[in-house]
């Protein structure tokens, strides 16, 4: 349960997918000039290297962001904070989604991390003390739950497990059905693999019926090597802002022309 570390895919397209929506749904949201939560269940350790041994084992980010960089203009929120963080910790560096959210929050805004792995969670707490984060070491849905509905009640939750524990599949639709009751306003985004054994397919359809007032995004790309079993990203958005069906539309075309 504890064996998975995001360093080995960190940058990968599956990155690019998720990272750059969060960036652009967290840059709507800080638009208007009231404080917001951000929670997230599965944070990791919030910076990586991509020169580091396991980076460089998968090869996962040379056709990741390395190739993807380009698709977005420089006013864009993503770009603007790969820009930002290569320029604080150097041209290698990637940030993961707790960081790109530190970011684009501000002084008002709270953060809640949550990350069970011993080592990733004290390289998490280490990267994510300039920001005033609050970081927990404690199985993600357990925080989710105990911190639902947050104060300030306006905001967003990521939730980006391994599905190293496949059971998950099967009980993800109950957990964010009880998520969304608890708290009715707050933006829910869950990502999730395809994989070619389309294990995502009844999972989806579950979340669909138990949340309607939903939207589906997914991308294909090519296995990063071959054998590897990932085609795909897929983000289920609950409340998503307005104007994303456009970004999302771009998105997919990005990701088609680059396929």
């Excluded at 360093?7 to 990968?12: E, K, Q, R, T, V």
């Excluded at 501000?106 to 969670?121: A, G, K, T, V």
């Excluded at 009880?178 to 707050?186: M, S």
Aim: proline share 8%.
């Amino acid at each position: 349960m504890l064996s998975y570390q995001h360093s080995y895919h960190a940058g990968n397209l599956a990155d690019v997918h998720k990272h750059s929506i969060l960036a652009w749904v967290l840059s709507y949201m800080t638009a208007k000039d009231k404080p917001l939560s951000y929670l997230e269940t599965h944070a990791g350790r919030g910076l990586y290297d991509l020169t580091d041994a396991a980076a460089q084992k998968t090869g996962e980010a040379e056709k990741g962001i390395t190739i993807a960089t380009d698709w977005f203009a420089a006013d864009h929120p993503y770009a603007q904070v790969l820009t930002r963080i290569r320029d604080k910790h150097g041209k290698h560096a990637y940030p993961g989604s707790p960081l790109i959210a530190a970011e684009l929050l501000r002084p008002m805004d709270d953060i809640h991390l949550s990350e069970l792995h011993p080592q990733e969670f004290a390289a998490l707490k280490a990267n994510m003390a300039p920001y005033g984060s609050i970081c927990r070491q404690k199985d993600g849905w357990e925080m989710a739950q105990s911190l639902c509905p947050p104060q300030p009640r306006r905001g967003l939750m990521l939730i980006d497990p391994s599905y190293e524990v496949k059971t998950e599949y099967q009980t993800i639709p109950t957990n964010m059905a009880k998520l969304h009751r608890k708290w009715g306003v707050g933006v829910l985004m869950l990502w999730y693999p395809i994989l070619t054994n389309d294990a995502h397919v009844p999972m989806v359809g579950a979340l669909r019926s138990a949340i309607p007032d939903s939207i589906v995004h997914e991308v294909s790309f090519p296995p990063a090597r071959p054998g590897h079993g990932m085609i795909g990203s897929g983000m289920f958005i609950v409340h998503p802002p307005y104007g994303f069906d456009a970004e999302g539309a771009r998105l997919t075309r990005l990701f088609h022309n680059a396929a």
